[in-house]
């Protein structure tokens, strides 16, 4: 009787896995736009994707990947640029594993990307396809990154890796724009409730905030200028630091400049402090990667502590290291606020074809957005006369942060070259 019911309950659960994205609510959901919920769906997507890539790096994985056919084979060990030392081929086959699974996931999403070209509102065919059908979206998902771990080396790595630069250089000058968005609406909500009323109160917020970023951008570029340059050396790291300051400061002369305020009355330094302390992430996200250990100290030998591998052991490349950390958050953070933004800068929703209508929750109950007598919570369906969002351009920035975050994962090395290492000889 018991498996009877299981099966009855499970059984409901299938239209709702092929239905829209309204019928995945739960009772504890608040009641949303469809486009919203539509979109934190695929945020899930992608941030289970790179759930899975961690797993691959995480240690005694390379014992079960290496029973795939076509992966790291014998285990001499292996050197990669940037760090001192050989590597052991248990690092190849993580990294292999990350390319794939990423591949697997922007492919994905470079598919829907095409499919949802000119989707003009949720009474399009392919609309249904985009805000439902979730049971096959996951399976196929599944089955390209599963199908991508049986594709042979050959070029593909190295290819898949410059591929991989691209895109998520791409993604970087996305979050760069998301970041200044955010800046600009939290400006904007300040500003309101200081004209309001209480605006000493919301001055000095303003006022503070601005004022820790620059400090934080202040300390963070005399740490630059102290472990990350030296009198005789590290040229590179000394002008990549000194350009990116000089205009960091000239952005934050323009913010506040007549012209600038006239055409953007809500433009402050605000937007400006972020923007520079982001600069300043990117700058020390960069310098982590300088192949001379002594213009790119470890954060532990920074810190005081050793660093240093026992005598006779192979160095091994860190992933979970602070840069890694830090850009694994700031792309989560983009991806779940792009999923539910609901900014009102028209200069940003031309760029991300968005309208301006997006927003998380109505305000005030929506009486068609529950089922009569059910209880349960529902979603609106708000793109009946047009979408909010561009369908195409969003599974696009979804395809460009499957390559960011595999490149992060792996600390932008290339593994093509180690293969053709370890097939050689000697």
């Given at each position: 009787?018991?498996a009877?019911?299981g099966l009855c309950?499970?059984a409901?659960?299938?239209?709702?896995?092929?239905?829209s994205a309204?019928?995945?609510?739960?009772r504890?959901?608040?009641?949303?736009?469809?486009?919203t919920?539509t979109?934190?769906i695929?945020?899930?997507?992608?941030?289970l994707g790179?759930?899975?890539?961690?797993?691959?790096?995480?240690p005694?994985?390379e014992?079960?990947?290496?029973?795939?056919?076509?992966f790291?084979?014998?285990?001499?060990?292996?050197?990669?640029?940037?760090?001192?030392?050989h590597?052991?081929?248990?690092?190849?086959v993580?990294?292999?594993a990350v390319?794939r699974?990423?591949?697997?996931?922007a492919m994905?999403?470079l598919?829907?990307s095409?499919?949802?070209i000119?989707?003009k509102?949720s009474q399009?065919?392919r609309?249904?396809?985009h805000n439902?059908f979730?049971?096959?979206?996951?399976a196929?998902?599944?089955a390209?990154?599963?199908?991508?771990f049986f594709i042979?080396?050959?070029p593909f790595t190295?290819?898949w890796?410059y591929?991989g630069?691209?895109?998520a250089f791409?993604?970087?000058l996305?979050?760069l724009v998301?970041l200044?968005d955010f800046?600009?609406?939290?400006n904007?909500?300040w500003?309101e409730?200081?004209?309001?009323g209480n605006?000493?109160?919301?001055?000095?917020a303003?006022?503070?905030?601005t004022?820790?970023?620059?400090l934080?951008?202040?300390?963070?570029?005399?740490?630059f200028?102290?472990?990350?340059?030296?009198?005789?050396?590290?040229?590179e790291n000394?002008v990549?630091?000194?350009?990116?300051m000089l205009?960091?400061?000239a952005?934050s002369?323009m913010s506040i400049?007549?012209q600038?305020?006239e055409s953007?009355?809500?433009s402050?330094l605000l937007?400006?402090s972020?923007?520079?302390l982001?600069?300043?992430?990117?700058t020390?996200s960069?310098?982590?990667n300088?192949?001379?250990?002594?213009c790119?100290?470890?954060?532990?030998?920074?810190?005081?502590l050793?660093?240093?591998?026992p005598a006779?052991q192979?160095?091994?490349?860190?992933?979970?290291?602070?840069q890694?950390i830090v850009g694994?958050?700031?792309?989560?953070?983009?991806?779940l606020?792009?999923?539910?933004r609901?900014s009102?800068?028209?200069q940003?929703?031309?760029?991300?074809?968005?309208?301006d209508?997006?927003?998380l929750?109505?305000?005030?109950?929506q009486t068609?957005s529950?089922e009569e007598?059910?209880g349960l919570n529902?979603a609106?369906d708000?793109?009946?006369d047009?979408v909010?969002?561009?369908y195409?351009?969003?599974?696009?920035?979804?395809f460009?942060?499957s390559?960011?975050?595999?490149m992060t994962?792996?600390?932008?090395?290339?593994?093509?070259?180690?293969?053709?290492?370890?097939?050689t000889?000697?």
């Amino acid at each position: 009787m018991g498996a009877v019911l299981g099966l009855c309950s499970m059984a409901s659960w299938i239209p709702c896995l092929c239905g829209s994205a309204p019928c995945l609510l739960c009772r504890c959901c608040p009641s949303g736009n469809n486009s919203t919920v539509t979109r934190l769906i695929y945020a899930f997507f992608l941030l289970l994707g790179v759930g899975i890539a961690c797993i691959m790096l995480m240690p005694g994985m390379e014992g079960q990947l290496k029973k795939i056919p076509g992966f790291c084979e014998g285990g001499m060990g292996l050197s990669i640029p940037g760090v001192e030392g050989h590597v052991n081929c248990d690092v190849l086959v993580g990294y292999k594993a990350v390319y794939r699974v990423c591949f697997g996931m922007a492919m994905f999403f470079l598919l829907f990307s095409l499919l949802m070209i000119k989707v003009k509102s949720s009474q399009d065919p392919r609309a249904a396809l985009h805000n439902g059908f979730w049971f096959f979206k996951f399976a196929a998902a599944a089955a390209i990154t599963i199908g991508s771990f049986f594709i042979s080396e050959g070029p593909f790595t190295t290819v898949w890796f410059y591929v991989g630069m691209a895109g998520a250089f791409c993604f970087i000058l996305i979050q760069l724009v998301l970041l200044i968005d955010f800046a600009h609406s939290w400006n904007e909500s300040w500003v309101e409730k200081m004209e309001e009323g209480n605006s000493r109160c919301w001055y000095a917020a303003l006022l503070s905030v601005t004022a820790v970023n620059y400090l934080l951008s202040l300390v963070s570029l005399v740490m630059f200028y102290v472990y990350y340059t030296h009198s005789d050396g590290c040229t590179e790291n000394k002008v990549f630091i000194s350009i990116n300051m000089l205009l960091c400061i000239a952005a934050s002369i323009m913010s506040i400049l007549p012209q600038i305020q006239e055409s953007q009355p809500r433009s402050g330094l605000l937007q400006s402090s972020l923007v520079t302390l982001y600069t300043m992430y990117l700058t020390w996200s960069a310098m982590t990667n300088e192949p001379d250990r002594k213009c790119n100290p470890s954060l532990l030998g920074i810190i005081g502590l050793n660093s240093t591998s026992p005598a006779g052991q192979d160095h091994v490349v860190q992933w979970w290291d602070a840069q890694g950390i830090v850009g694994l958050i700031l792309f989560l953070m983009c991806v779940l606020y792009s999923s539910i933004r609901n900014s009102s800068n028209a200069q940003v929703n031309k760029l991300t074809l968005t309208s301006d209508e997006s927003a998380l929750i109505e305000d005030g109950p929506q009486t068609d957005s529950y089922e009569e007598g059910s209880g349960l919570n529902r979603a609106v369906d708000n793109e009946k006369d047009g979408v909010t969002y561009s369908y195409s351009f969003f599974h696009f920035m979804l395809f460009l942060a499957s390559l960011y975050i595999m490149m992060t994962l792996t600390n932008w090395y290339s593994c093509g070259p180690l293969v053709e290492e370890m097939r050689t000889p000697g």
